[in-house]
């Protein structure tokens, strides 16, 4: 099991930019898909990011060309720089190691508005 802490979220204007970070602990990190899930209010949690071991990427159609994931293996570390942010974008953002159904970190809350 991988023990997963979000941070770097917050209140943003719309077209701003946020960067979050996700720090791992415990399992085998370095070997398994991570990646950014966000759960809107009355909104299931949806995976927008993922990037395997290998660093093949994956976005939701909502958030490419406006979000980067990227990950620090040796420092265990997932990153999820977002760009041009929209009041659609504001959810909990959780990060994931393992896919949905893997581990789960706490959330950390995003909100876009003026």
């Known amino acids: 099991q991988v023990q997963l802490v979000e941070s770097g979220g917050g209140l943003v204007q719309p077209g701003g930019s946020l960067r979050l970070s996700c720090a791992a602990s415990?399992?085998?990190?370095?070997?398994?898909?991570v990646g950014w899930g966000r759960q809107a209010p009355g909104k299931q949690r949806e995976l927008v990011a993922t990037?395997?071991?290998?660093?093949?990427?994956n976005y939701v159609d909502s958030v490419k060309g406006r979000f980067a994931i990227s990950r620090d293996n040796a420092k265990n570390m997932v990153y999820l720089q977002m760009n041009s942010l929209k009041p659609e974008d504001t959810a909990v953002y959780y990060c994931n190691a393992g896919g949905v159904a893997g581990d789960w970190g706490r959330g950390t809350q995003v909100t876009v508005s003026s």
């Open positions: 415990g399992g085998v990190f370095d070997i398994l898909a």
């Open positions: 990037i395997t071991n290998s660093g093949s990427i």
